[in-house]
């Protein structure tokens, strides 16, 4: 199912606009998580970050590796399921499902989109 050309441009800009807030929660999650400076900056900077390593390697348009479908969908929801996970660490616990649930759509859309695209 190839989508319309508007919900395929407003699909593709959600993707990116979850990325950057599964990042921004991960950052979020890594300051609360401590109390001591040197440990807040820590892993305020280094979940974000392993997070980005792991999604321009795998998941990424133009990701170094090329994985099959179902390890990119892999990748996709452990960086979104953290992000979700931190988000209802830190007490959002709507706001966390809100968001794994509009991730999962979101990929699920963009997934079959793809598919057709690419037979196409």
């Excluded at 050309?5 to 990042?23: C, I, K, R, S, W």
């Excluded at 170094?64 to 969908?73: E, I």
Aim: hydrophobic fraction near 70%.
């Amino acid at each position: 199912m190839k989508l319309p050309t508007p919900l395929y441009v407003f699909n593709e800009g959600l993707a990116f606009l979850l990325e950057l807030a599964a990042l921004a929660m991960l950052a979020w999650w890594g300051w609360e998580s401590a109390e001591a400076l040197a440990p807040r900056l820590l892993l305020a900077v280094a979940a974000p970050a392993a997070a980005a390593v792991l999604w321009g390697l795998f998941a990424a348009p133009k990701a170094r590796v090329r994985l099959p479908v179902v390890g990119v969908l892999a990748v996709k929801a452990l960086v979104f399921g953290a992000a979700a996970a931190a988000l209802y660490a830190l007490g959002r616990h709507g706001g966390a499902v809100v968001f794994a649930v509009v991730a999962v759509v979101n990929t699920a859309l963009a997934t079959v989109d793809r598919r057709a695209r690419a037979v196409a």
